[in-house]
């Protein structure tokens, strides 16, 4: 049950992505492509007192990834940066993929080590993960 409930929140997301937008104001713009196709994700996320205010992106990327971007837009809004590189560990991420169960296990670990990864270049602290690390 909690499984196709993430895959009904990921479809609805992929459908009615709401947070697929260049904001008119951001403070990190993170850009990284794909594996597989290779389409460009470009993340737009404001920042306020170290906590998430804003979290958008564009892109030329597949269904998957769009509502797995849309999801963690929603997950990640008003989290202090810290806490989600402390939560959105290589531990979580696996337990995502696993409640997920679709056969797109390295699109879905991409979206969060891009996410990671903007966070990293926000805070400067010289850490870029790579999705081959898992």
């Known amino acids: 049950m909690v499984q196709e409930n993430i895959k009904d929140l990921l479809r609805n997301n992929a459908k009615n992505p709401l947070n697929r937008y260049k904001p008119s104001k951001y403070n990190l713009e993170y850009s990284e492509s794909t594996i597989g196709c290779g ?3 470009i993340l737009y996320i404001n920042i306020i007192d170290e906590r998430i205010d804003i979290f958008s992106f564009t892109w030329d990327a597949g269904i ?3 509502g797995l971007l849309n999801t963690i837009s929603d997950m990640i809004d008003g989290m202090i940066i810290e ?6 560990n290589w531990e979580f991420i696996e337990e995502y993929v696993e409640a997920i169960g679709w056969n797109k296990d390295d699109e879905i670990r991409f979206c969060f080590v891009l996410t990671r990864n903007a966070l990293h270049k926000y805070l400067w602290d010289g850490i870029i993960e790579d999705i081959d690390e898992l």
């Open 39 to 41: 389409a460009r994700i």
């Open 83 to 88: 806490d989600v590189l402390k939560k959105w």
């Open 64 to 66: 998957v990834t769009v």
